[in-house]
């Protein structure tokens, strides 16, 4: 769970014309769990590595993204069709291999629940505040 401006991340991705844009949080320390994303100079993500324990990556893939519906289709012609697609594995490479994919940094707390420990850290957390908890127009 990542609380982001989520217009502000589609104007990034129309603004420079991206086929994948990526909200990254960067850690405080790297974490071989969340893997990480590779930038080159000029911001664009030039490899997605998944939770290697070589990774020494900071940034991290929030988990929000806007995607181009015509970079998929063509992802979807030019590959053979299986019964299963994961987005990490094999969308994502392909769009960053062959199209423009960058990502916007923000600096706000993320919260990973994709795995026991930190699910339950998750909700630990927010049944502490969840009455201080406002939502905005942002």
């Known amino acids: 769970m990542f609380d982001i401006p989520v217009k502000q991340l589609y104007s990034t991705h129309k603004n420079k014309n991206n086929d994948l844009t990526y909200s990254l949080s960067k850690l405080e320390i790297q974490h071989t769990e969340y893997g990480g994303l590779s930038l080159d100079n000029n911001g664009k993500i030039t490899e997605h590595i998944m939770g290697k324990s070589n990774s020494d990556n900071q940034i991290i893939d929030a988990g929000l993204r806007v995607v ?5 289709l063509e992802y979807q012609n030019k590959q053979k069709q299986n019964s299963f697609i994961s987005f990490e594995d094999e969308i ?11 990502g916007e940094l923000f600096d706000r707390i993320f919260f990973d629940i994709g795995n026991p420990k930190s699910y339950s850290y998750t909700t630990k957390y927010f049944a502490k505040i969840k009455n201080k908890i406002m939502i905005t127009n942002e």
């Open 68 to 72: 181009n519906k015509k970079s998929l």
């Open 92 to 102: 994502a490479p392909w769009l960053i291999n062959n199209k423009n994919v960058s």
